[in-house]
């Protein structure tokens, strides 16, 4: 008799969260960039990390991993930071659409991932994409296609802080870690888009709070990326606690439902 809830042999054990992100996977991205205020960004970063250009940017993608998986929505929502000498960005929201986009990525990096919608929608050269949450839409991005553009490849680090809160609700019970992931992104079928980019209202994913100024680039694009991860230090729980609101609910903030 096979158990398949008991232990498996070293030979049956894979990383599938490793193995997907080193493969080529091809997904339907729009992404924006804009200057925003540099106090905000300045508010966001837990130490050590510090503010670099004062710059935001969200992506709105639907993903096919090839495998007979349907198509799933992956969202990312940060701004430009540094460690060190090393620049790079720094995730506030990442909404994903099933539990396995979610689950891998925080427990494997430590990225800020829910569980949300995240949709683009086109018809013709009309686009629209929005991220939607909990009944709140906290981005909506409408516009059209335009010019075809040349998208050159880029060599990326993001920021996460791997962290695992304490069972008696103190703290965490390990001492959470910076995690570098290194990402190589190549894009083809690039389009400009003219169109406008607004950020809703939400009291559990607050992102109307980075507010949107001049826009650097307005893109679309079917992007690959590959990407590997490593801990480059610990962090002091004090530095990271008063944070840790942003990746978990606090639903509080909804009230109390009248009886």
Known sequence: MTVRYGAR???????????????????????????????????VLPPPLEPS???AR??????????????????????????????????LFMPMTTEQATIGGRETYG???????????????ALRATFARMGFTMAELTGTLGEPVDIAPKDKVDFYFKCSPSPDGKG????????YVRRHEEARDGRTIDGT???????????????????????FARV?????????ERVPAEDLLPYVHQRY?????????DS
């Open 53 to 55: 250009e004062p710059l």
């Open 197 to 219: 980019l607004t950020l809703g209202e939400s009291p559990l994913d607050p992102v109307a709070d980075i507010p949107v100024g001049a826009i650097r680039s307005f893109e």
């Open 9 to 43: 042999p070293p030979e049956a054990q894979r990383n599938r969260e490793v193995e997907a992100t080193a493969a080529k996977i091809w997904s339907t991205a729009v992404t924006v960039v804009w200057e925003t205020d540099p106090d905000v960004i300045r508010a």
């Open 111 to 125: 990225e800020p991932k829910k569980i949300g919608g995240v949709s683009i929608e086109r018809d013709g050269d």
């Open 249 to 257: 609910d606090d639903l509080s903030v909804l009230g109390k439902k």
């Open 224 to 232: 690959a990326t590959t990407q590997t991860g490593e801990v480059v």
């Open 58 to 91: 969200i992506r709105f993608a639907t993903v096919d991993m090839g495998t007979g998986i349907p198509v799933f929505g992956a969202g990312w929502f940060g701004v430009r930071a540094r460690h060190g000498s090393v620049e790079g960005e720094y995730a």
């Open 172 to 179: 965490f019970d390990t001492e959470p870690a910076l995690v």
